[in-house]
C-alpha cells in the first residue's frame, strides 16, 4: 500500500499545482444569477464545504448561457468549482447531467484520495442537482454531500 | 486411520500454517477438536494484522493523512471481501459489530423495538444458540410480543410442518433461526424458512456463526433478510463479527448504537443518521480485526469452501462411525449427510466434565457443557453433552485419539 | 529546539518501540499528531497479542481443557490491570466494550431505558463528544425526557454556574461529560460535577476516552458512577473498550446485549442473568484485544502516567508558545495549565483540510475536522478546526514541523 | 503460562487419583435423612452438577451428628462431597460455618482448574448454605453456585 501513496502525492507542486492556485485564488464565474434558471445550495457536511451554483438558460431553454457560484472552503472544492463552470457553460443541461465526473478530475488534474475527491466532486454534484431540478430528470444521490 | 476418501485439502500440510499446533500439551500434540467454539489462526492472518498495526495504523475515515487514508482502504477492503465471501448484492450492506451475539443483538434492538408488538410472534428454534435467543426473547418482552420456539424432532431436525400451529393466530413478525447448530450440527433449510416467513410477512433472521466458516453461503440463495457471523470462528481474529443486511431494510430502520462516525448532523434538538453502513457503526472501528478478517477470508478462500466442508464431512463420517463402535456412547443430532463436522454425544455413567478433562490429559480438547443452548439441552434431558468439532486442519488420526480417550474415560469412571 | 524544562521521559528513545516510526513519507519521517484519533502501537503490545493467539487461544470462560483455561486467565487478568489502572475497587466492575462508544451506549440503554421518563432531565455539555452525547439524546427522547447541555464560556470551559438554571424545574437523573475534551484538551471539574449530580439525586457519567491514556485517572476520587474509555487510544489494540461502573448500579440495572455468556438459566418461560462482569459481556469476549490492553496497561505504567502527563505539558505549552508566533492562527480552548496536550487551531483564509493536506506533505499528520463534536463546533462558528495531539512519543521538533507546515500553507493559499 | 499448567496436571494419575475415584464410586454418607436438622440443594447450572445435602444434629443442635448426600455430577463434584461429609461429621456447624475451602481442596489433593475448582467446592458451599440457614448465620454467595 505504502508504494501506491509514495507515487500518489508527492509534494506541493502537485497537489496545489498552479492551476488550482489560480483558480482559488481568482475563482472563474464567480457570483449568483437572480433570478436563476437553476439553483442549488450543496454542502458536505464533514469538513463544511459549500458552493451555490445558479444557471441561467439560453433561449432554448436548454443550453447553459450563463453559471455562476459562490462558496468556502477548502482549496480543492472552491478550484474545482470554478472549473466546472468553465468546462459547462455552452453546453446542454442534458449533456452536463450524463457529465462524468472524471471529465472534471482530469481538468483538476491531480490524484485525490477518497476523502478529498468529495470535495472535488461537490461543485460538480451540486449542479447536477440543481439542473435535474430544472429539467425534471433524475439524479444520483451522493451520500456525503447534502444539497438544498 | 480407516479413512478412505480422498480429502480435498491437505490438512497435515496446512496444519503447519498454525502456530498453535507447535506445542505440545502434556508431552502430546494437542488435538484441537472444539472449533465451533473458536478456531485456531493461520500465521497468514496474524502477520497482516501485525503489518496493519506496524505500516498502516491510524482512525479511519474522514482522516487527510496518508496513514489514514491507508487504514480507510484496508478497512473498506476488509468490508468488501466479507460482501463477497456470502455473496450480498453490496458492500454497503455489511456492518462490522463486535461478534455474531452484537450483529444479533443489533437487529433485535433496531428493528425490534420499533416494529414489534402486542399481537405479534417473535419464532425461534428449540435448536437456537442463545445469542440468536435471548435478544429475541427481551425484546419481545419489552415490546408485548409473543415469544414462541419451533420444536425439534428427536432426531435434532426442525419440525417444519409444526410452523403454523406455533403461530396461530398471532401475526408472524420475526422468524429467526440458525442455518448450523452449533450443538449438533444440523443443517437447518433456511430457504424455506425463509420462504414461509416471507409469505407470512415476517423477516428471517439466519444465524450462520457455524456456517459461513464451513461452507459456502450465499445470502441470495438462502432468501434470509438479515445474516450474522463472527470472525473468531473462521480463523479471523477475536472482537468482530458481521452483520448483513438488505439495503431497504437497513435503510429504514433506527440505528443502534449512537456516537462517533454515525451521524451527519448532531444538533441539541435533532440528530440525522449517516449512509449505509456508517449508521450503524458508532465509534471506532475495529479496523484491525477488520483487516485479520479480510486475510482470514483469503486464506479459507484460497483452500475452497467447497474442500473444506467435503473434508469436514469425511470427518463426521469417520468419526460417527468410530464412535458407533462404543456401546456405551450416546450420540446426538441428524446423520452425517444432513449436518456439518460437529458431534455432540454423552458416555454412559461419565459426566461430561470428566471425559473433557480426561481427553485433555491426553492432548484432546473438546467442550463439555451446555453450549450455549440450554433450551435444547432440556429437550434432550441432559444438563450437558461433549462435543467435538472439525476444522479444515482437523486429521482422522485426532478422531482416534478422541475415540481412545473416551474409552479410558469409561474405563476409568464408568 | 526551544523546550527548557527537563522530561520525565525520554520520547526519542520511546519512538523505537514504535514500528511505525521506522517508515518515511514523502521522503520525511512521520510526524504523527493525531493520538487523539487513535494512538500508535509498541511491539511491546503487538507481541503480546501475537504470542497470545500462538499459544494460548482458544474461548475462554467454561472450557475444561488447558488452552481454555489459559485463555480465561489471560483475559481475567486483563480485567484486574484495568481494574487497578483506574483504582477500581472490583474487577467484577470493569466491562470489555468493543469500544468507549459502546460503553457509553451500554448505560445509555441499559440504565436510562428504564430509568428515564418524562420530566427528567439529562444534562450534557456543549463539549462532549458525539459518543457521549448522541446515545443520551436519542434515550431521553425514546424515553420522553427532557434532554439539555451546559453550556461553555468563550474559553472553552464548563459553566458550572449555569448548572442549575439549565436543569430549572426537570429532576436531573443524568449528568454526562467527558474528564478531557477532544477538541479543545479542556479538562472538566468532574469531581465537582458528581458532587452536584449527587445532591441532586443523578448519576453521573464520565467519558475517559481522552483522559485514561495520557494521566492518573481514579474513579473513587472523581467519585462518578460509571467511566468509559477506549484501548485503542492508550497504545491498546482496536476493538475494545472498557466500562466501569459502580457494583451496586450494574447489579440493578437490566443487561444490554444479550445472548451467549451473559446467562444463568435460558427457559422458553424466562431467562436469568448471570453474575458480574459476565452480565454485561454477551458473546465471545474480545480476548486477544483484552491481552492487547493488558500488555499496553503494563507498557505505559511503566513509563508512568505522571511522566506522560507531564511529558505532555511541557509540548502544550511549548505548541501554544510556537504558535502565538502566528498571528494568522486562531486557538480554541484553555490555557496550557487546564488543558491535556491537545491544540485545536485555524488558519485565516486556509481551509483545515487544506492544512491538514499539506502537513502531509511534509509528513506530519494532523486530523481536520469537527471531531465528532459538532455542538461546540457551532458554539465556535466553525465548520471544522485543525487539531493536533500529542503523546508519550511526541518530540518537540515535530511541533516545530507543524508550525513551518502551517506557515507553509498560509503563504500558499491564505 | 504453560510453565504452570505443565506441572499442573500431568496425567491421569494425579487427577483422577485412587482416592477420588475410590469416593466417586463408593461414596460415604450416601443417602437422605429425613425429617432433617439442615438441608440445601446445590446445582452448578454451568455444568448441571447438584448434590442434595441433608444434616442431623445431636442433641446440643449444634454438632453434625449426621450427615448424608445425594447427587449427580463429575467425579470431582460427587468424590469431594463424600470426602466433605467424613470431614465435617462430629463438627460444631459454626466451625464448619468457619470451614476454609483449602482444608477439602487439601483433602481433594490434586490440583485444580478454576472451572474444576467449582465442582469441588458445590457440596461445600451447599452444605454451609444449609447450616446458615438452620443456625441463621450468614453465608457468602458464590456466584456460580445456586442453591435452594
Ligand atoms: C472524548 C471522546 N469520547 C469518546 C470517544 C469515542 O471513542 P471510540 O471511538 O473509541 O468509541 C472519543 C474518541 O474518538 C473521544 O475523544
Ligand atoms: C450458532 C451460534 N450462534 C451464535 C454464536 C455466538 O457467536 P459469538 O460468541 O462470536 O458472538 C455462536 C458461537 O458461540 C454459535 O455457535
Redesign the interface.
Known sequence: MADRYAGLVSGFDDLYRENILDHYKNPRNHGRIEPAGASAEGMNPLCGDEVTITVAFDEDGETIGDVRFEGRGCAISQASTSMLTELVKGRRAAEVLAFDKDELLDEVGIPLTPVRLKCAILGLHTLKVALGRATGAETDADEDIDVR | MAVTAKPTLDADKLRADF??F??S??GKP?A?L?SA??S??PRQM?EA??RF???????VH?????????A???LEAAREKSCRLINAPEAREVIF??????S??LV??AWGLTNLGPGDVVLVTELE???????W??IAGRTGAS???LPLDAGGELRLDELEAVVGRGTAKVVATNLVSNSLGTVNDVARLAAWAHERGAIMVCDAAQAVPHKRVDVLALGCDFLAF?G?KLCG?????VLWGRAELLEAME?F????????????EE?TW??LPHKFE????????AVGLGAAIDYLGEIGFEAIEQHEHELVEYALGRFSELPSVTLYGPPADRRAGIVSFNVDGV????V??????EG???????H?C??LM?KLG???TNRASFYLYTVPEEIDRLVEGVR?AKK??G
Chains 1, 4 share one sequence.
Open positions: 502456530p498453535i507447535d506445542q500439551f502434556h494437542l484441537f472444539d467454539a473458536s485456531q489462526k496474524l494484522m501485525t498495526y506496524e505500516t498502516s495504523y491510524a482512525n474522514r482522516g487527510v493523512y496518508q496513514l489514514a487514508e491507508r480507510t482502504e484496508a459489530t463486535r461478534n455474531a451475539t452484537e444479533l443483538n433485535a434492538y444458540h442463545h445469542s440468536n435467543f435471548v435478544p426473547q427481551y415469544f414462541r420456539m463472527s473468531h481474529p477475536s472482537g468482530i463479527g440505528p448504537l449512537l456516537g462517533g462516525h454515525m451521524i451527519k448532523k448532531v444538533r441539541l440528530t449517516g449512509d458508532a465509534g471506532t472501528a475495529p479496523m484491525a480485526e459426566h461430561p466434565h470428566d473433557a478433562q480426561i481427553l485433555d490429559l484432546v480438547a473438546i467442550r463439555a457443557g451446555h450455549c440450554q433450551p432440556t441432559v444438563a450437558a479410558k476409568l469412571l
